[in-house]
């Protein structure tokens, strides 16, 4: 079971996004955070294996946070959820370092597909011939 922390301003998408791990998939909300200054003291004390991170937040934003994440912890994995369907914006959450770019309103089934995929464990490599 892999541990997930929620960061986004609105508590009702932060439900709702609970409600859809908690529903659909093996793992568990370890904790939430409402913007990106919470998000990395929630990172550094929790150490989750993936973050959902809101991009326009209050305080630092989500891009902002992904970032400060990213820098000290080169391994985590951020999924950016945003409202703006916008290029730059996308372009600039993945160059923070998320894995994935989901827009609101997010859907269940593709949201379940990305986090499932992400915290997959990796696939054995080829055997050697023995």
Do not use: W
Not at 21 to 43: F, I, W
Not at 67 to 94: C, D, G, H, W, Y
Request: glycine content about 6%; some cysteine.
């Amino acid at each position: 079971m892999s541990r997930i922390l929620l960061v986004d301003d609105s508590i009702l998408m932060r439900r709702n996004l609970k409600a859809m791990v908690e529903t659909y998939t093996s793992h568990e909300v370890v904790g939430e955070a409402v913007n990106g200054r919470e998000a990395l003291l929630k990172y550094r004390e929790l150490l989750p294996d993936l973050v959902t991170m809101d991009v326009n937040m209050p305080a630092i934003d989500g891009i902002q946070a992904i970032q400060m994440i990213r820098s000290e912890f080169p391994t985590a994995v951020i999924v950016a959820v945003s409202t703006v369907n916008e290029r730059e914006k996308i372009l600039a959450a993945i160059d923070a370092g998320a894995a994935n770019y989901l827009l609101k309103p997010i859907d269940c089934a593709h949201f379940v597909t990305v986090i499932d995929g992400l915290l997959a464990p990796s696939s054995p490599g080829p055997k050697a011939p023995g």
